[in-house]
């Protein structure tokens, strides 16, 4: 009998905090495409999401950037803010229920279809973009250079007050940069030294999306000769990573995909120079190449030759 009592008062305690039958196990849940969330890498073509849910329906969502983010986030964020005291916290807080302008930067569809009051109380599952939300975020701001890694704390509070938290971080990373001998593009290259500078580095920490080369030559007979062993687009400019394009001999194995790569124009520039030998020593002429990132983020180099004069 002592022992019937001594478990109805744990019930009824129980019962009077409300935690019965909706207890600890259906606290909110963060779910995202890996169960680890380790960090993603910011590219707008392949977008990650993460997922909040409720089963005792959502009371909060909120989005944290702690102190030490990157200064184009921060100041991405006091931009959406209107709750004077989240905007100007050393830990910017994007509610995205009860800040009616947070709110509707995520109703807008940039970042995620629900957001606001209307949302209190949902049992329903929301989505949070985070790519997206890195692309509100940093509107306006030139990333090309940008080599940083922006954290985000996602909380999320139910209506019996329990909260569940996540840390998610994202990392931007630099646009397509070029590694070159030439440390003067400006100066044109004597073709009877192109050995020295037949080698291109292309570091694109984004991945490397797409190579194309635009060929601007006075010899009539060496653009025939490079149009007849490559791929050429609508825009006059050759596919380097077309399958095409392999008689010029610019790569091994492949370079879709990968972070850097290094372009051997031997086979492009030994040709030019016997078509040179043979026409005008005195031209110049000019290879435009130009790189885009997973990311889309472009970046080209002008490399400029010629037949007697140059370095």
């Not at 009051?117 to 049992?123: F, L």
């Not at 646009?175 to 030439?182: A, H, K, R």
């Not at 130009?290 to 970046?299: A, Q």
């Amino acid at each position: 009998m002592k022992r019937f009592f001594s478990l109805l008062s744990v019930l009824v305690l129980a019962a009077a905090c409300g935690k019965v039958g909706d207890g600890f196990q259906n606290k909110p849940v963060i779910t995202g495409e890996d169960p680890y969330f380790s960090q993603l890498e910011y590219a707008p073509a392949k977008e990650s999401s993460i997922t909040v849910s409720a089963l005792n329906g959502i009371d909060m969502v909120t989005v944290s950037l702690p102190s030490g983010n990157p200064d184009f986030i921060t100041a991405g964020a006091r931009k959406i803010i209107g709750i004077a005291a989240n905007r100007n916290s050393s830990t910017l807080v994007l509610d995205m229920i009860d800040d009616a302008s947070v709110a509707q930067a995520f109703v807008s569809g940039r970042v995620t279809a629900k957001a606001g009051t209307a949302i209190r109380g949902s049992k329903d599952p929301l989505e949070l973009n985070i790519t997206r939300l890195v692309t509100l975020l940093t509107s306006g701001e030139d990333l090309t250079n940008a080599d940083a890694v922006v954290r985000f704390q996602v909380d999320v509070v139910d209506q019996s007050e329990y909260r569940t938290t996540q840390t998610v971080s994202i990392r931007v990373t630099p646009g397509p940069s070029f590694q070159w001998e030439n440390k003067n593009p400006e100066v044109p290259v004597s073709l009877a030294n192109y050995a020295r500078f037949k080698n291109v580095r292309v570091v694109a920490p984004g991945r490397i999306a797409s190579i194309l080369l635009k060929v601007d030559s006075p010899s009539a007979d060496f653009v025939k000769w490079l149009k007849d062993r490559s791929a050429v687009n609508a825009a006059g400019c050759i596919d380097v990573l077309s399958g095409e394009s392999s008689p010029l001999k610019l790569f091994t194995g492949s370079p879709a995909g990968q972070e850097s790569c290094v372009l051997d124009f031997e086979e492009i520039l030994y040709n030019l120079k016997i078509y040179a030998d043979k026409g005008n020593k005195a031209a110049t002429h000019e290879l435009l190449l130009r790189v885009t990132d997973e990311l889309g983020r472009e970046s080209s180099l002008k490399m400029i030759f010629c037949g007697e004069v140059g370095q």
